[in-house]
Nanobody
Framework: QVQLVESGGGLVQAGGSLRLSCAAS????????MGWFRQAPGKEREFVAA????????YYAGSVKGRFTISRDNAKNTVYLQMNSLKPEDTAVYYCNAVRGADGLFAWGQGTLVTVSS
């Protein structure tokens, strides 16, 4: 079965940076568009960024465009999210998944918690 394992979250001050990683297994990784999603406390999960199977093009939610960069390494079955200029409103659990429309295709992993302090 498909497994998605996110890592790299943590506590960071506003203006700081983090790099998230997601290791995928159980799928032909290089054939799927991959994305990052996040869920803040008390809110629904939302789309953050996506990257096509080849690495380009990429897509971003308006709230993170210009601050976050999504990338992938098909040789390592891994997708990354570089997050710069973090804001308190970026605090959430971050998840990766293969992308279907604006949602994930497979069962969600455990996610990785990002906390941005003001």
């Amino acid at each position: 079965q498909v497994q998605l394992v996110e890592s790299g979250g943590g506590l960071v001050q506003a203006g700081g940076s983090l790099r998230l990683s997601c290791a995928a297994s159980g799928l032909t990784f290089s054939t799927y568009a991959m994305g990052w999603f996040r869920q803040a406390p008390g809110k629904e999960r939302e789309f953050v960024a996506a990257v096509s199977w080849s690495g380009a093009p990429t897509y971003y939610a308006g709230s993170v465009k210009g601050r976050f960069t999504i990338s992938r390494d098909n040789a390592k079955n891994t997708v990354y999210l570089q997050m710069n200029s973090l804001k308190p409103e970026d605090t959430a659990v971050y998840y990766c998944n293969a992308v279907r429309g604006a949602d994930g295709l497979f069962a969600w992993g455990q996610g990785t918690l990002v906390t941005v302090s003001s």
